[in-house]
Nanobody, 115 residues
Framework: QVYLVQRGGGSVQAGGSLRLSCAAS????????MNWHRQAPGKQRELVAS???????DYLDVVAGRFTISRDNARNTVYLQMNSLKPEDTAVYYC?????????WGQGTQVTVSS
């Protein structure tokens, strides 16, 4: 069984920062691409950032330059540092990976940015 346990999130004013973490178990973490998605009310879930086993990262255009995804293979943990947050970043954030033919998801973390 694969478990993804998220921490972090909360409420912040526009321009503030938050950091999310996601600890994985049940997988060989270092070889897996790890992703952060988000889903705002009434909207589809969207991929926010990905980091592959080599540490290369990709970002949704609207968060590029403000969000940073990173990984610590020794701790089996992926992070999402979110700076210069905007109200439109308000969503439930999920970490995700694909392993053994399945998509695995964290429990979700609410991020609320007030103007």
């Amino acid at each position: 069984q694969v478990y993804l346990v998220q921490r972090g999130g909360g409420s912040v004013q526009a321009g503030g920062s938050l950091r999310l973490s996601c600890a994985a178990s049940g997988i060989n973490f270092r070889i897996h691409t790890m992703n952060w998605h988000r889903q705002a009310p009434g909207k589809q879930r969207e991929l926010v950032a990905s980091i592959n086993s080599g540490g290369n990262a990709d970002y949704l255009d609207v968060v590029a330059g403000r969000f940073t995804i990173s990984r610590d293979n020794a701790r089996n943990t992926v992070y999402l540092q979110m700076n210069s947050l905007k109200p439109e970043d308000t969503a439930v954030y999920y970490c995700n990976t694909h392993s053994r033919g399945h998509d695995w998801w964290g429990q979700g973390t609410q991020v609320t940015v007030s103007s």
